[in-house]
């Protein structure tokens, strides 16, 4: 193993998170500027009020994009392995 190849695993690696949380991120992100919007509207800082919903809406997509995610994970583990393989 060389430098070439720790850099090619290490940046799958990182596409790979980039990749399997960009969808929470998205929804947390797209949830946050509602709720910004909405407290600036109202003027009501409730602190709680930007968690839980947050909150919620992480969850809800982690299920409802766990198979893109496990799949994301699969990929980069098959790649691993197969340079173990071959010994890279």
């Given at each position: 193993m060389n430098e070439a190849d720790a850099l090619d695993?290490?940046?799958s690696a990182i596409w790979t998170v980039i990749m399997a949380s960009a969808p929470a991120i998205a929804a947390a992100m797209a949830i946050g500027i509602v709720i910004a919007l909405f407290q600036a509207l109202t003027q009501?800082?409730?602190m709680t009020l930007t968690?839980?919903?947050k909150?919620?809406?992480i969850f809800v997509m982690i299920a409802l994009t766990a198979?893109?995610?496990?799949?994301q994970l699969?990929?980069?583990?098959?790649?691993?392995?197969a340079r173990i393989?071959?010994?890279f």
């Open positions: 695993i290490v940046q009501i800082q409730e968690f839980v919903p909150i919620l809406v198979p893109f995610i496990g799949a699969y990929t980069f583990t098959e790649m691993i392995y393989e071959t010994g």
